[in-house]
Nanobody, 123 residues
C-alpha cells in the first residue's frame, strides 16, 4: 500500500515536499516513481529512483527543480519540488515497479499506485 501526502496550494516560485509512505518490509527492493495527471491530460512521468537509491531519472520539464529521494529505513520516498510553476498543477501519484525491476518512464510498467495528492500552483 502506498500513501501520498504533502500536497497543497502554493504560489508560483514556491516549494512543496511530497511524501509517499509504503507498507511492507521489502520496500527497499522496489524502484519507485512519481507521476502526475492534470485535468483532461494523460498521466505524465515525473521522476523515478532505483531500489538502491543509486540512480535517479527526471522528466525534462522538472529537471533541475525537482529532486526524488528515498529513506528505506522509513519506507518512504520523497519528491522535493522547488521553483514551482502553474503548469506543475496536477494530482501527483507515487508508484512502485515490480520487485527488483529497473526504472521506467511508462506508467503502464508500474504495478502499485497510491491514491494521489493534489498540488495546485497559483500564478
Amino acid at each position: 500500500q502506498l500513501v501520498e501526502s504533502g500536497g497543497g496550494l502554493v504560489q508560483a516560485g514556491g516549494s512543496l515536499r511530497l511524501s509517499c509512505a509504503a507498507s511492507g518490509r521489502t520496500f527497499s527492493s522496489y524502484t519507485m516513481g512519481w507521476f502526475r495527471q492534470a485535468p483532461g491530460k494523460e498521466r505524465e512521468f515525473v521522476a523515478y529512483i532505483s531500489w538502491s537509491g543509486g540512480s535517479t531519472y527526471y522528466a525534462d520539464s522538472v529537471k533541475g527543480r525537482f529532486t526524488i529521494s528515498r529513506d528505506n529505513a522509513k519506507n518512504t520516498v520523497y519528491l522535493q519540488m522547488n521553483s514551482l510553476k502553474p503548469e506543475d498543477t496536477a494530482v501527483y501519484y507515487c508508484a512502485a515497479r515490480p520487485q527488483f525491476a529497473s526504472g521506467s518512464r511508462y506508467y503502464t510498467e508500474y504495478d502499485y499506485w497510491g491514491q494521489g495528492t493534489q498540488v495546485t500552483v497559483s500564478s
